[in-house]
């Protein structure tokens, strides 16, 4: 009766902290992160405004297909302010879009130096590399940058992080059983096919 309930209190466990290791408590909530830079407030607004102009164009660009203009303006930003960091973030999404996956990195970098890994610009930057970090295999390494990303209050960077943690796998199979057991036993009255067991929420 015991192991019954310990199984019971697992499946619980994992449907409501699918983050956590099997059995584990759940860990105090980190510190909230610390206020966002003024990103912009160092800059001349005359040069601002026309440097975001130049990457509203190239984004503009980027979502048409064009990645060529795209780069040019996102190039021209960054000739005009070379230390902000949201045209290096934005002109690596489009050498990704290219497939220029080096060259992304390195504007991936320069944008978190730039932004001291803080901010909105620093949120984009850390989910865009682990992004690239995932693809290439590099899974550690994804993950911390998406742990910065979380911090920083990034939904798609913890969504990524619940989808990486290796006790996931072992929670949906805890789920699978948990769930086959129920159908299986209320199979021969006939009258769960489609209930509520039939209706159980899938995590990943």
């Given at each position: 009766?015991?192991?019954?309930a ?11 902290h ?12 980190p ?8 990103e ?40 005009l ?36 890994g ?33 911090r920083?209050?990034?939904p ?24 086959k ?21 899938h995590?990943?």
């Amino acid at each position: 009766m015991g192991t019954a309930a310990e199984e019971a209190r697992a499946v619980l466990e994992c449907l409501f902290h699918p983050q956590l290791p099997f059995g584990q408590e759940e860990e105090e909530p980190p510190p909230p992160p610390p206020p966002p830079l003024q990103e912009d407030g160092a800059f001349a607004p005359e040069r601002l405004a026309e440097a975001t102009e130049l990457e509203l164009q190239g984004v503009a660009a980027a979502e048409a297909g064009d990645t060529a203009e795209a780069l040019a303006r996102f190039g021209q930003a960054i000739q005009l302010l070379p230390t902000r960091a949201s045209a290096y973030n934005n002109r690596a999404q489009a050498l990704r879009l290219r497939g220029d996956v080096a060259g992304a990195m390195e504007d991936l970098a320069a944008a978190l130096e730039l932004s001291e890994g803080a901010g909105r610009v620093g949120r984009q930057a850390f989910v865009q590399r682990g992004l690239l970090l995932r693809l290439q295999g590099q899974e550690e390494a994804a993950r911390q940058d998406f742990e910065q990303a979380a911090r920083l209050g990034s939904p798609f960077a913890r969504q990524q992080l619940v989808r990486m943690n290796p006790y996931a796998a072992l929670c949906n199979q805890m789920l699978a059983a948990a769930m086959k057991k129920l159908r299986g036993g209320a199979g021969g009255e006939g009258s769960c096919e489609g209930g509520a067991a039939a209706q159980a929420p899938h995590l990943l």
